[in-house]
């Protein structure tokens, strides 16, 4: 079992910035693919970003591409997401996810690709 802990969410303006916090525990961390999923009022879940193991490459949705930067510590069993330019349409809750690398073949964008999940932290950006 792996746990994930997501921290860093808040309230934010239109073009401010947030970083959000992931800590891990229970196996491993190295061994798994990292991720952020984030879900809005009244819709689907939708990918935001992966980071692979090693945290040599990386994938972003196009709605955030170019604003937020995923990025993991395997020393600190810890995987960020900073945010920038917000916009009001970031609203959501943001879930943390954990997909073990001996998995081979899952979808990175697909939530069946992956494991495990945090509980979500709330991110609020006002206009």
């Known amino acids: 079992q792996v746990q994930l802990v997501e921290s860093g969410g808040g309230l934010v303006q239109a073009g401010g910035s947030l970083r959000l916090s992931c800590a891990a525990s229970?196996?491993?961390?190295?061994?798994?693919?990292m991720g952020w999923f984030r879900q809005a009022p009244g819709k689907e879940r939708e990918f935001v970003a992966r980071?692979?193991?090693?945290?040599?490459?990386?994938l972003y949705a196009d709605s955030v591409k170019g604003r937020f930067t995923i990025s993991r510590d395997n020393a600190k069993n810890t995987a960020y997401l900073q945010m920038n330019s917000l916009k009001p349409e970031d609203t959501a809750v943001y879930y943390c996810?954990?997909?073990?690398?001996?998995?081979?073949?899952?979808?990175?964008?697909?939530?069946?690709?992956?494991?495990?999940w945090g509980q979500g932290t709330q991110v609020t950006v006002s206009s």
């Open positions: 229970g196996r491993t961390f190295s061994n798994f693919n």
């Open positions: 980071i692979n193991s090693a945290g040599g490459s990386t």
């Open positions: 996810v954990a997909g073990w690398i001996g998995s081979l073949g899952r979808p990175s964008r697909d939530p069946r690709g992956y494991d495990y």
